[in-house]
């Protein structure tokens, strides 16, 4: 059992649209650790993502972020959070510099800091030589680098993912991956939804798999290998057991 504070907490959080989505889910996510939210297309993994960033009001239960109720005082939870959609939105018009000064100052970050701090992101992303290029010229992989050191410009703590690998080759996943690990290791905690389920079982300490809005098994590989009855199986044969259970082997 783990003795840290959460860094997330989600109590029996509950949204519908035209039928239920997200039903009475329960997270905890701790400071340090990568969590992986794995399930089917329409599982309800974005809206449970877009809730906790604070995007999408839930129709009942509660949410904590490091402590601060992010229902109660949204905008004290936001500040330690970044949230990275897998289409993001950047200003074609200014290069990553800039937007990285645009976005900074959105979260009051003294500029001189700001300075410091982008060009530091924007080298460990493999973005230095093109950091004074109009955004528009970028590749969707660059543009994705892009929009993760906006992301974590303002020193985050917890850093919700939705699908963040989308459009990267395997050289710029890895730089991503790599910084993840290093906010990891300063005490961030990180959420995330991938479909790549080799990336999900090399990265993940822990992995929730949701079905029907529901959370239907969690652990680490080793726990979920168990809960499943898995030996050593991989994430891919733990996954379809869990929620298609009626699918064959090819």
Not at 34 to 50: D, P, S, V
Not at 207 to 230: F, H, K, P, S, W
Request: proline share 6%.
């Amino acid at each position: 059992m783990n003795t840290l504070s959460p860094a997330l907490e989600t109590r029996d959080l509950t949204k519908s649209f035209a039928q239920l989505a997200v039903d009475t889910l329960n997270l905890c996510v701790y400071p340090g650790e990568f969590y992986i939210l794995l399930g089917a297309n329409g599982a309800g993994k974005t809206t449970t993502l877009r809730m906790i960033a604070g995007l999408l009001p839930p129709d009942s239960g509660g949410i904590s972020v490091f402590g601060t109720d992010a229902l109660a005082d949204p905008l004290a939870a936001k500040r330690l959070m970044a949230w990275l959609s897998d289409e993001p939105m950047i200003y074609d018009q200014l290069s990553p510099l800039e937007y990285l000064d645009f976005v900074a100052g959105l979260w009051g970050v003294p500029h001189a800091a700001v300075r410091a701090q982008g060009v530091a992101l924007l080298d460990m992303l493999g973005l230095a030589p093109n950091a004074r290029d109009r955004c528009e010229s970028l590749s969707k992989g660059m543009r994705q680098k892009v929009a993760l050191a906006g992301a974590l410009v303002h020193d985050p703590r917890l850093i919700i993912l939705d699908e963040p690998l989308t459009g990267l080759d395997a050289g710029s996943a890895r730089i991503v991956k790599a910084v993840l690990r290093e906010r990891l290791a300063g005490g961030c905690a990180v959420i995330m939804t991938t479909h790549i389920l080799d990336v999900a079982e090399r990265m993940a300490d822990r992995i929730g798999v949701i079905d029907q809005g529901r959370l239907i098994a969690e652990g680490t590989m080793a726990e979920l290998r168990q809960q499943t009855n898995a030996g050593d199986a991989s994430l891919e044969d733990v996954f379809l057991s869990l929620i298609a259970p009626q699918v064959p082997e090819p």
